[in-house]
């Protein structure tokens, strides 16, 4: 069983200094195995600060990392999961649906884990698991202001995945939880 720590979009120091101190201090307490970076994080030293110490990790490059020297997408197994890790600047319109999926069968991933809309959500389309944690820090677009912020844990064990949505406006967390089976025609909803 692997504990996965889920986030992206940070801005950090441009957009955004800190994430929710509720996040924090939930993500200090908890034993994540890895962490898993949609990229975005504008300047890494100044991300790793805001946050408390993170597991071993998994980082691609946003629109917005120069010189991070990281892939544009990373593909990996965690628990017999195939996972396709992506920012997603390759997608017109921001997140588009078809063409993760078309992304996903080409790489040969079960679940695709991206970022760039700072908007989190959980789909599954065509027997695939979309994921994207939207902004751990509620960065905006560059329009100034914050929004919701939010990130997402998963928890994998063989055939099965547990989906946990964070979010908050900046008062009191919500959660929301999704459970998953993977099968021999794909990954099916099973909560």
Same mark, same amino acid.
Do not use: C
């Given at each position: ?86 920012? /997603? ?9 078809? %063409? +993760? &999926?078309?992304?996903? =069968?080409?790489?040969?991933? *079960? ?30 677009? /560059? ?9 997402? %844990? +998963? &928890?994998?064990?063989? =055939?099965?995945?547990?989906? *946990? ?27």
């Amino acid at each position: 069983m692997k504990r996965v720590l889920v986030f992206g979009d940070t801005h950090i120091p441009t957009r955004a200094n800190a994430i929710p101190e509720k996040f924090y201090s939930h993500i200090e307490e908890a034993d994540y195995n890895l962490a898993l970076i949609t990229g975005d994080l504008v300047q890494e030293h100044a991300m790793r600060q805001s946050l408390p110490p993170l597991p071993p990790s998994h980082i691609v490059q946003g629109n917005m990392d120069f010189g991070g020297g990281y892939d544009f997408q990373k593909s990996f197994y965690i628990e017999g999961f195939s996972i396709l890790l992506l920012h /997603g600047t390759q997608l017109s319109p921001r997140g588009n649906i078809s %063409e +993760l &999926v078309e992304i996903a =069968e080409h790489v040969g991933a *079960e679940i695709v884990i991206h970022g760039h809309t700072h908007d989190p959500s959980i789909d599954l389309h065509q027997d695939r698991l979309l994921l994207n944690p939207g902004t751990i820090t509620g960065a905006t677009g /560059g329009r100034g202001g914050r929004k919701e912020a939010s990130f997402i %844990e +998963l &928890v994998l064990e063989r =055939e099965w995945i547990s989906v *946990e949505l964070l979010t908050t406006d900046w008062t009191r967390v919500k959660r929301s939880v999704f459970e998953f089976t993977k099968t021999p025609s794909g990954i099916e909803r099973t909560k």
